[in-house]
């Protein structure tokens, strides 16, 4: 694999090196990957089938399956990689950005779509959105974590994340704004990461009653 | 400093701390031109709409006391007008940028607003419930767009 890079001319990291000595030319970034757009879809269509069908089954795995992935990622990018990415030099975090953030212009929406669609929906059909409902506090409390954290990524993290990938499309991309904007995302994604934890507990304890 | 190839050599030293006494520029700085606060507006417009959504989403399927909701609804709409009307007077701007992210992000909104008020129905959300519900979406739908629309033209060179 990399000898056939070193062939025709690709670095491994994905710059492509012209092999007469002259400066790499950077990868164009792309802002949304085009090939994930069909799993995406498929995977919106099967959250859709599962409210429409109300199989418990099926809106359970939605909701548990979306739920843990999007706590996962978000302590994990939050609390391991942000950190390891702002202590990196520009030039790395430039070129981990451009390979990391469109991924996660995907990834997180769909996650976020699948946990809270799918949850509602088991909620409403459990009977757990009634007032009457035991634990109907630490429902509410789910709904303000969940909103605290929606805000946060829709009015901080995604703008700047956008910001980054429209940045490095250009022909001289500026170093300082780029770092500025990352830390941005890093720190988001650090307070989201911590707000999961109080989403575990909340979603721990409406499981076992 | 070492910058990757491309990268204009303006940033601080690589793993220095940038923003410590005497910093670096903010990022309204760096955008090179006065903007009004639209990130600013337009996050506490979504944080409105989110307060509102979470008062009548913690009291379905019964019919909330709808006062709370109006006022989170009306004070959003009045955020959102005026923030879009003090981005609309703004001259030097890359308004190409802007209307290209918006749009997509428009069209991404008003499908998952779309999604979101087609379970409001299916679930039997009716009467003024359904309308401030409506409305918020709607705004959650036109606001998103904008903020990030200019979050990306703001760094941009006007005109493009």
């Not at chain 1, 949304?32 to 799993?39: A, D, E, S, T």
């Not at chain 1, 988001?188 to 707000?195: E, I, K, R, S, Y």
């Amino acid at each position: 694999m990399a000898q056939a890079a070193q062939e025709v001319g690709l670095a491994p990291t994905g710059v492509i090196a012209p092999v007469d000595g002259a400066p790499p030319i950077p990868a164009p970034v792309t802002i949304v990957p085009v090939k994930g757009l069909p799993i995406v879809a498929v995977v919106i269509a099967g959250m859709i089938v599962a409210i429409a069908t109300n199989q418990i089954w099926a809106l359970d795995f939605y909701h548990v399956v979306g739920g843990g992935l999007w706590t996962g990622i978000d302590l994990f990018v939050g609390l391991i990689v942000g950190p390891i990415i702002g202590s990196m030099p520009v030039p790395a975090r430039v070129e981990f950005s451009k390979r990391f953030m469109p991924k996660m212009v995907l990834i997180m929406p769909t996650l976020v779509t699948m946990t809270l669609g799918a949850g509602w929906q088991l909620a409403r059909h459990l009977g757990n959105l009634d007032a009457g409902y035991p634990h109907h506090g630490w429902l509410v409390a789910s709904y303000i974590v969940v909103g605290v954290m929606a805000v946060i990524a829709l009015g901080l993290l995604e703008p700047a994340n956008l910001a980054v990938l429209f940045e490095l499309r250009k022909e001289r991309p500026n170093g300082l704004l780029i770092e500025k904007l990352m830390r941005v995302f890093i720190y988001t994604a650090g307070v989201t990461g911590l707000m999961q934890v109080a989403t575990l507990v909340i979603m721990t304890k409406l499981a076992t009653g | 400093m070492s910058v990757a190839p491309g990268i204009a050599a303006d940033g601080p030293p690589a793993g220095a701390e940038p923003d410590h006494a005497g910093g670096s520029p903010s990022l309204s700085q760096l955008a090179g031109r006065p903007l009004p606060p639209v990130q600013q507006l337009a996050t506490a417009t979504l944080a409105l709409v989110v307060a509102g959504g979470i008062y009548l989403a913690a009291h379905l399927p019964r019919h909330p006391p709808l006062g709370p909701a109006v006022a989170l609804l009306g004070l959003a709409g009045l955020l959102l007008l005026g923030n879009a009307l003090a981005l609309s007077r703004v001259r030097d701007f890359a308004w190409g940028k802007f209307r290209l992210v918006a749009g997509w992000a428009l069209l991404a909104y008003l499908v998952i607003a779309g999604m979101l008020e087609y379970v409001f129905v299916y679930d039997g959300t009716r009467g003024g419930t359904l309308v401030v519900l409506t409305l918020m979406l709607a705004i959650f739908a036109l606001d998103i767009p904008l903020l990030l629309g200019f979050s990306v033209a703001r760094f941009q060179p006007p005109g493009e």
